[in-house]
T-cell receptor
Framework: AQKVTQAQTEISVVEKEDVTLDCVYE???????LFWYKQPPSGELVFLIR??????QNEISGRYSWNFQKSTSSFNFTITASQVVDSAVYFC?????????????FGKGTHLIIQP | DSGVTQTPKHLITATGQRVTLRCSPR?????VYWYQQSLDQGLQFLIQ???????AKGNILERFSAQQFPDLHSELNLSSLELGDSALYFC????????????FGPGTRLLVL
């Protein structure tokens, strides 16, 4: 069965520090997709990135970057020069072909606190 | 703003009652998903509809049911409510089915007293 593990329950850093959120996944499928979502204090879930299992290129979007490594089944997320507005809960999610469903399997989330 | 709308934003009800949560997907999206977020279970996939047809079930209780209407909006019905059903219920939509990006609505916060 598919599984997503975010071992870091909570991370607290001072503004302008770089921070990396870890995500490790398990799946038996060779074709799958990985996602990151952000949940700010207001509660909505905001899509950040989608990556398929055949594309191992790292991605950078502004201060955000993602490192996908199939060899270690990891899809880590780095925020460079963190800002207070980055404070949120971040979820890693997996979509594979488990049971034919397209529903996402989420990790437990990492609560990121950026202190001014 | 994801383009997915959910009503109501908040709902307070009593045990044993029945409620209906409503979701309108993004314009043009055919798939609708329902998720439950609770402190103990985290974010869990409940059910998916595609173009009016049920496509897949996740961890959905038998007391819960859903449907997607011809105009593609969806409703999640929760009956015989228990205290443990208190949670944030999200609806998400995607253009088609099959590993596409799901865009989430703002959620409905349900409190069962």
């Amino acid at each position: 069965a598919q599984k997503v593990t975010q071992a870091q329950t909570e991370i607290s850093v001072v503004e302008k520090e770089d921070v990396t959120l870890d995500c490790v996944y398990e799946t038996r499928d060779t074709t799958y997709y990985l996602f990151w979502y952000k949940q700010p204090p207001s509660g909505e879930l905001v899509f950040l990135i989608r990556r398929n299992s055949f594309d191992e290129q790292n991605e950078i979007s502004g201060r955000y970057s993602w490192n996908f490594q199939k060899s270690t089944s990891s899809f880590n997320f780095t925020i460079t020069a963190s800002q207070v507005v980055d404070s949120a809960v971040y979820f890693c999610a997996l979509s594979d072909n488990g049971g034919g469903a397209d529903g996402l399997t989420f990790g437990k989330g990492t609560h990121l606190i950026i202190q001014p | 703003d994801s383009g997915v709308t959910q009503t109501p934003k908040h709902l307070i009800t009593a045990t044993g009652q029945r409620v209906t949560l409503r979701c309108s997907p993004r314009s043009g999206d055919l798939s609708v998903y329902w998720y439950q977020q609770s402190l103990d279970q985290g974010l869990q996939f409940l059910i998916q509809y595609y173009n009016g047809e049920e496509r897949a079930k996740g961890n959905i209780l038998e007391r819960f049911s859903a449907q997607q209407f011809p105009d593609l909006h969806s409703e999640l019905n929760l009956s015989s409510l228990e205290l443990g059903d208190s949670a944030l219920y999200f609806c998400a939509s995607s253009a088609r089915q099959g590993r596409e990006t799901q865009y989430f609505g703002p959620g409905t916060r349900l409190l069962v007293l």
